[in-house]
C-alpha cells in the first residue's frame, strides 16, 4: 500500500510539488500539512519533536503519525489524490469556446467575472452546496481556502489570486468531512483540478466522501504560481508593502501590479522566475484539461473571459447561468492566442 513516503521519494524530493494540497485535505488522520500550518513554531531543545522546517521547503511535511508506516495499516489516500507522482498527457478536447461576460456587477472580478456569475447561478439554483475558492486577506495580500456559500461569499472571493501560501483546498476537508456537503464546486489552477479529477477516478474507499462530493470542476487558466513569501520580500526589498497593492494580473507576458496610488507596477514573467513555486516548472497544463469549464483571460479583450466547456457536465452549468441571465456570450475569440501559451508551457516542462 502506497504511503506518504512514496510521495516524498517520487515527488517531493524531486521538486515537482504542486502545492495544491490535495494529500493534506483527504489524508484521515492530518498527518501531513505545510510549514506554514506548523503546530510548533519553535526548536524544541528537550527532545527529539524539532519539527521547524527550511525556510525553502515547498511540500508538505509528515508529523511521523501515518497510519500505514507506523501500523502498516491500508490507506493510501495522498499518494491517490497527488496530480504529480505521474506524467500524464490529455488531450485538449471541449464541445465550445465562447467569449464571455457576466451581467452582474461583481466587485473585483477578474475581467468578465463568468466563474463568479455561475457560481452564483449554481448556489441559487441548489444546484451546489457550495464552491471551494480562494480568498484574500487584502492588506496582506494572504491567499485563504474559503468555503462559500452564498452569492455575497462568491462575491468576497472574486478576482484572481497569484500567490500561494497554506493548502489551497484546507476547506475541501471542512466542506466533506465536517459539514458533510455533498454537491461542491472546485476552482482552481490546473494542478489542483486534476487532483480533483484523480480523486473521481479512484477507487480508493478512504477518498469516496470527497469523490461523491465533487460535482463541479472549474479551471483557471495559469502559467505559474508565486510562492507568497518570496513574493512579499521582493516587494519589500522594492519599497512595496502588501497593503499598497490594490490588485494583481497577468497580461500579454507581463505580471502587473496595480497599486492603490494608481502606479501600475510591471515585471516581465522571467524577472518573476526567483519567486515562482519549483513545482509549477513540472506543469504541462495551461487551462486545466480535466476540468469541466475552464476560464482564462487569454485570447478575448479587457473586461472578458474566454471560457472552454469542456464536456456535458460543464455545458449543462453554464448554458444554466447564461439562459438565467447571468451571463452574455458568442464566439470571437483568439484561439491562436491560447494555443501559443499552450505550446509554451509544453515546452517549458521539467520533469526529472
Given at each position: 500500500?502506497?504511503?506518504?513516503?512514496?510521495?516524498?521519494?517520487?515527488?517531493?524530493?524531486?521538486?515537482?510539488?504542486?502545492?495544491?494540497?490535495?494529500?493534506?485535505?483527504?489524508?484521515?488522520?492530518?498527518?501531513?500539512?505545510?510549514?506554514?500550518?506548523?503546530?510548533?513554531?519553535?526548536?524544541?531543545?528537550?527532545?527529539?519533536?524539532?519539527?521547524?522546517?527550511?525556510?525553502?521547503?515547498?511540500?508538505?511535511?509528515?508529523?511521523?503519525?501515518?497510519?500505514?508506516?507506523?501500523?502498516?495499516?491500508?490507506?493510501?489516500?495522498?499518494?491517490?489524490?497527488?496530480?504529480?507522482?505521474?506524467?500524464?498527457?490529455?488531450?485538449?478536447?471541449?464541445?465550445?469556446?465562447?467569449?464571455?461576460?457576466?451581467?452582474?456587477?461583481?466587485?473585483?472580478?477578474?475581467?468578465?467575472?463568468?466563474?463568479?456569475?455561475?457560481?452564483?447561478?449554481?448556489?441559487?439554483?441548489?444546484?451546489?452546496?457550495?464552491?471551494i475558492v480562494i480568498k484574500q486577506d487584502n492588506w496582506t495580500l494572504e491567499p485563504i481556502s474559503y468555503l462559500a456559500t452564498t452569492?455575497?461569499?462568491?462575491?468576497?472571493?472574486?478576482?484572481?489570486?497569484?500567490?500561494?501560501?497554506?493548502?489551497?483546498?484546507?476547506?475541501?476537508?471542512?466542506?466533506?468531512?465536517?459539514?458533510?456537503?455533498?454537491?461542491?464546486?472546485?476552482?482552481?489552477?490546473?494542478?489542483?483540478?486534476?487532483?480533483?479529477?484523480?480523486?473521481?477516478?479512484?477507487?480508493?474507499?478512504?477518498?469516496?466522501?470527497?469523490?461523491?462530493?465533487?460535482?463541479?470542476?472549474?479551471?483557471?487558466?495559469?502559467?505559474?504560481?508565486?510562492?507568497?513569501?518570496?513574493?512579499?520580500?521582493?516587494?519589500?526589498?522594492?519599497?512595496?508593502n502588501p497593503w499598497d497593492v490594490k490588485k494583481m494580473e497577468i497580461e500579454r507576458?507581463?505580471?502587473?501590479?496595480?497599486?492603490?496610488?494608481?502606479?501600475?507596477?510591471?515585471?516581465?514573467?522571467?524577472?518573476?522566475?526567483?519567486?515562482?513555486?519549483?513545482?509549477?516548472?513540472?506543469?504541462?497544463?495551461?487551462?486545466?484539461?480535466?476540468?469541466?469549464?475552464?476560464?482564462?483571460?487569454?485570447?478575448?479583450?479587457?473586461?472578458?473571459?474566454?471560457?472552454?466547456?469542456?464536456?456535458?457536465?460543464?455545458?449543462?452549468?453554464?448554458?444554466?447561468?447564461?439562459?438565467?441571465?447571468?451571463?452574455?456570450?458568442?464566439?470571437?475569440?483568439?484561439?491562436?492566442?491560447?494555443?501559443?501559451?499552450?505550446?509554451?508551457?509544453?515546452?517549458?516542462?521539467?520533469?526529472?
Amino acid at each position: 500500500m502506497r504511503s506518504y513516503k512514496d510521495l516524498e521519494r517520487e515527488v517531493w524530493l524531486k521538486n515537482r510539488c504542486s502545492g495544491c494540497g490535495a494529500c493534506t485535505a483527504v489524508c484521515p488522520v492530518n498527518n501531513l500539512y505545510f510549514k506554514e500550518e506548523s503546530p510548533v513554531k519553535f526548536n524544541c531543545t528537550e527532545c527529539y519533536c524539532e519539527i521547524v522546517p527550511p525556510e525553502d521547503i515547498e511540500h508538505p511535511i509528515s508529523a511521523e503519525f501515518c497510519k500505514t508506516t507506523v501500523y502498516d495499516v491500508p490507506c493510501g489516500a495522498c499518494y491517490d489524490a497527488c496530480p504529480r507522482v505521474e506524467v500524464r498527457e490529455m488531450e485538449d478536447k471541449y464541445l465550445g469556446i465562447y467569449r464571455a461576460k457576466s451581467k452582474l456587477e461583481i466587485k473585483n472580478a477578474q475581467n468578465g467575472g463568468v466563474v463568479s456569475a455561475i457560481l452564483i447561478n449554481a448556489l441559487e439554483e441548489e444546484l451546489i452546496d457550495g464552491a471551494i475558492v480562494i480568498k484574500q486577506d487584502n492588506w496582506t495580500l494572504e491567499p485563504i481556502s474559503y468555503l462559500a456559500t452564498t452569492k455575497e461569499e462568491v462575491v468576497k472571493a472574486a478576482g484572481s489570486k497569484y500567490l500561494r501560501k497554506v493548502s489551497p483546498l484546507n476547506a475541501l476537508k471542512k466542506a466533506v468531512m465536517e459539514e458533510k456537503l455533498e454537491r461542491l464546486a472546485i476552482v482552481g489552477t490546473p494542478c489542483i483540478i486534476e487532483a480533483m479529477a484523480k480523486i473521481q477516478s479512484s477507487v480508493n474507499d478512504l477518498l469516496k466522501p470527497f469523490r461523491k462530493a465533487i460535482r463541479l470542476k472549474i479551471s483557471l487558466f495559469c502559467f505559474e504560481i508565486y510562492d507568497y513569501a518570496k513574493m512579499l520580500k521582493k516587494l519589500e526589498e522594492e519599497g512595496i508593502n502588501p497593503w499598497d497593492v490594490k490588485k494583481m494580473e497577468i497580461e500579454r507576458g507581463k505580471f502587473l501590479l496595480y497599486l492603490v496610488d494608481g502606479f501600475i507596477k510591471e515585471y516581465k514573467i522571467k524577472e518573476l522566475d526567483p519567486v515562482m513555486r519549483e513545482g509549477c516548472k513540472s506543469c504541462i497544463d495551461f487551462t486545466g484539461l480535466y476540468s469541466d469549464i475552464s476560464v482564462g483571460n487569454v485570447g478575448t479583450p479587457e473586461g472578458y473571459s474566454t471560457v472552454i466547456i469542456r464536456n456535458k457536465w460543464g455545458e449543462g452549468f453554464f448554458k444554466r447561468a447564461c439562459y438565467n441571465g447571468l451571463i452574455d456570450f458568442d464566439s470571437s475569440v483568439k484561439i491562436e492566442e491560447i494555443k501559443k501559451l499552450v505550446e509554451l508551457k509544453m515546452k517549458r516542462k521539467n520533469y526529472k
